[in-house]
């Protein structure tokens, strides 16, 4: 801790405080104690029975952006069931959207001298994060890649799964479908919106002024419905289970042209809305598990190459994706 210390030009007391995870040290110092901790190699050790190098902990620890939301519920479900079957112990820890806790985090479990990490992050500025994982900890990323693919990662089909959102659509007569989505300094958010322009050019549908990237107030999201009905649309992709939510709390006080809605991700009773809501639904525990497998593989041959992989979506065809008014299509089978 000394080392460290005169390295980062800070106390021993603060270094201890930025391992420990604890509130209340500056962004910058806590980014000089990593990169000295980083740049010495070192990594403290808790527990007299785990000092000696190469001793396993039988636990992993699981970086997530938020606790609370239903895809890291259910992703959390997958990691530890999975990591229960191997008689491992899970860490959990929520960033609570700031990639400086998250960062922390990282370096609280590596000082706990967990096995392995699971890191879900999916925050902007998190780059940093990617980049100094500790070097003697495995890591599995899940739902975003690092900057390099230098890491084994578990991702969703984000592309592939807006595109059956759009076929879907199109199948059933839409000729003029718009895409809302969040801040697309976000991988995913950049993925999805990429995969509908695919799939839209991939029909021959219009895109120029369809799509719109941003914060989801009432009044983007108004300013956007109401340009669009006025282009000739009839239907819309979001992009996430919070641009959903805002799309039908502007629906649901509008007047005007019906239009058909499909979402990504699943919504909590989604087949209670009126009408019930068609989405794309991913694979959140299947992810989980995934990265536990990738993880395992990992501390069983160190020397495999970084790995990639993709968990199918599924789409969920339910009453509120109609034909457009006045257009008929045949009923899909999975309608409900």
Known sequence: MVDVARTAGTSQKTVSRVVNAEPGVRPETVERVQRA????????????????????????????????GPFYAALTAGVERRAREHGYLLLTGSADGDAERAGRLVQAFAARRVDGLLIAPNLVGDEVLTANLPPDVPAVLLDRPSADHGTDEVLSDNTGGIAQAVHHLAERGHRSIAYLGDDERFWTSRQR???????????????????????????RIAAAVSGWTAAGVTAVVTGNNRASVALLHHLHERTGPRLAHVGFD?????????????????????????AVDLLFERLATPTLPPRSVVVATRLVVRRSSPPPDGASAPPDRFDR
Do not use: Y
Request: hydrophobic residues 45%; contains cysteine.
């Open 193 to 219: 919106r990429d995969g509908f322009l695919a799939a839209c050019a991939e029909r021959g549908l219009p895109t120029d002024g369809l799509v719109s990237l941003g914060a989801l107030t009432p009044e």
């Open 37 to 68: 901790i980083a740049e010495l190699g070192f990594r403290r050790h808790d527990g007299a029975s785990h000092l000696r190098r190469g001793t396993s902990t039988a636990s992993i620890g699981l970086v997530l952006e938020d606790l609370a």
């Open 266 to 290: 699943e919504l909590d009773l989604a087949d209670l809305l009126d009408p019930p809501l068609t989405t794309v639904a991913q694979d959140a525990a299947g992810i989980g598990s995934a």
